[in-house]
């Protein structure tokens, strides 16, 4: 039986804030962002909202070398570009590779569910000021 929960403000506002982020927010920088519009917002609080919409699965987090989890509210599958330089991460455009996960299926013992692919460089933004080589 699952859990119904009432409506939350904070909680909307949080998904949102992540949603409306294409960078991959940590928690961090969700409170940062709302902290203004929302005194009242604890890093407790916050905790407690990012785990419920994790729990209902519309957001997901991930770690993408720092160490940090970053929040993404994209949650069907879908690749990701790590910039190497900034830490900035973001969804890669490219259609996900059903054919991987079929070989895979094909390949082990396991119950392979799906795959994630993570691009690593330099961002365009970061880029943007080396000479061409």
Do not use: W
Not at 6 to 20: F, G, V
Not at 23 to 35: C, D, I, M, N, S
């Amino acid at each position: 039986m699952k859990l119904q929960r009432r409506n939350s403000k904070q909680r909307e506002l949080i998904y949102e804030t992540i949603h409306s982020n294409k960078v991959h927010p940590t928690a961090l920088e969700v409170y940062e962002r709302l902290k203004k519009e929302m005194p009242s917002l604890s890093l407790g609080n916050l905790y407690r909202n990012i785990a419920i919409l994790l729990e209902e699965g519309r957001i997901q987090g991930g770690e993408f070398g720092s160490g940090i989890v970053r929040y993404d509210a994209v949650t069907d599958s879908h690749y990701h570009f790590v910039c190497e330089r900034c830490g900035t991460v973001s969804d890669f455009a490219m259609p996900a590779q059903n054919r991987i996960t079929a070989a895979a299926r094909r390949y082990s013992p396991h119950r392979i569910a799906g795959h994630t692919i993570r691009f690593y460089g330099v961002c365009a933004d970061c880029a943007a000021g080396e000479p061409v080589k």
